[in-house]
């Protein structure tokens, strides 16, 4: 408050005292040189409060890019059961992200399926929760329709087998 009080008397008063020191009388030449004194002063004063406030060993910290929680990478798919959703399971990693961004398009009777685990969601894709149990990890992908197709890794060409219960 003492700042912005401090400001608005330079803005005020200033002017009005160089206008002073130029046409006014010796009284008032006076009452301007004193008046950008008083203004002066204060400035130095707050300054110096300000100054003290700041203290001896500050903090510098820097931009630096966050390290991912997760590995992102594109896993190959171990098991995949087709029915009203797609669910894919895969060997999990020891720092094994939280979503995944999966395309599935389909080609005759087969479905092909890419996998892509990403750090978090984006506005650019829609990605879909990863579940870990133990060491296998787990999407679901809804389908529109219930589907026989057959599950091929889109990547290799390979089929990817039913999961063995």
């Known amino acids: 408050m003492l700042a912005l009080s401090l400001s608005v008397a330079w803005l005020l008063l200033a002017p009005l005292s160089l206008w002073l020191l130029v046409k006014g009388s010796t009284a008032e030449r006076m009452g301007a040189i004193l008046t950008l004194a008083l203004l002066e002063g204060g400035t130095i004063v707050m300054n110096q409060l300000a100054e003290d406030s700041i203290p001896e060993h500050s903090v510098v910290s820097h931009d630096l890019s966050p390290t991912p929680a997760c590995d992102e990478r594109t896993p190959a798919p171990r098991s995949a059961r087709v029915g009203k959703a797609l669910v894919l399971t895969w060997p999990a990693v020891r720092r094994e992200c939280e979503t995944a961004e999966v395309t599935v398009r389909a080609k005759g009777r087969r479905l092909l399926v890419w996998v892509r685990t990403v750090p978090g969601p984006d506005d650019r894709r829609t990605v879909l929760p990863v579940r870990v149990k133990g060491d296998t990890a787990r999407v679901t ?10 599950p091929v890794d889109g990547r290799s060409g390979r089929r990817i087998p039913a999961p063995m219960t």
């Not at 992908?141 to 057959?150: K, M, Q, Y």
């Open 141 to 150: 992908v809804p389908l529109p329709e219930r589907s026989d197709h057959i």
